[in-house]
């Protein structure tokens, strides 16, 4: 089945302590991408990626870091996690060229 | 700055009903507008309207697209509680990858 897939769906976490979210998709697309979802916010933009090894910022990348050593994975690093980086996270994936982007199920984040 | 705007925000309505969602945008050198559905997780595709004045139709739901005005709807007709989510507007420009989201107008169908 094609699909983006993200881990952990839910975890909570202590201010500073450095965590990792996954994401891997399995449909060969080229273009991956992180947003946060707030409250009254909607979806905003962290990073995203074009390919192996191509990252940029989007609109809110401050306190987060993306690699993207293989095609299939992308993930979001908080080197220090602060309170305000609670939020609700999605990772998504496109082809090439195409605008359409498919969402991961999310990971819900809590940072006390 | 790029920009899209949702309304209404919020929208409560009965089985039946028939509502049109709005969504309208400045963007550079627009590429598409998509819509998505959301119901407590991923949003998932709806529409994707590259050109004005052509619908699109899925069922009971439709979207069409105005470049000049810049604008689009979603419409949804005979509306079911199924139907009760956050449609998202996301629209597409000049940067290669880059979609922007609206706020979402949250929709709440009453039996």
């Known amino acids: 089945e094609a699909q983006v897939t993200q881990n952990p769906r839910y975890l909570i976490t202590v201010t500073g302590k450095k965590l990792t979210v996954t994401c891997s998709q399995n449909m060969n697309h080229e273009y991956m991408s992180w947003y946060r979802q707030d409250p009254g916010l909607g979806l905003r933009q962290i990073y995203y990626s074009m390919n192996v090894e191509v990252t940029d910022k989007g609109d809110v990348p401050e306190g987060y870091k993306v690699s993207r050593k293989e095609k299939r994975n992308f993930p979001l690093i908080l080197e220090s996690p602060s309170p305000n980086q609670t939020s609700l996270y999605f990772c998504?994936?496109?082809?090439?060229?195409?605008?359409?982007?498919?969402f991961g199920a999310g990971t819900r984040l809590s940072v006390l | 700055e790029d920009k899209v705007v949702q309304s209404p925000l919020s929208l409560v309505v009965h089985e039946g009903d028939t509502v049109t969602l709005n969504c309208s945008y400045e963007?550079?050198?627009?590429?598409?507008l998509l819509w998505y559905k959301q119901e407590k997780k991923a949003p998932t595709f709806l529409f994707m309207l590259?050109?004005?004045?052509i619908e699109k139709k899925s069922g009971r739901l439709s979207s069409i697209l105005d470049k000049k005005e810049l604008f689009s709807i979603l419409n949804i007709t005979a509306t079911q509680t199924g139907d009760s989510a956050v449609y998202l507007c996301?629209?597409?420009?000049?940067?290669?990858?880059?979609?922007?989201f609206g706020r979402g107008t949250q929709l709440t169908v009453w039996p």
């Open positions: 963007v550079t050198n627009f590429r598409s």
């Open positions: 590259t050109s004005s004045g």
């Open positions: 996301a629209v597409s420009g000049s940067t290669l990858g880059r979609l922007y």
């Open positions: 998504a994936s496109s082809l090439w060229g195409e605008n359409i982007q498919y």
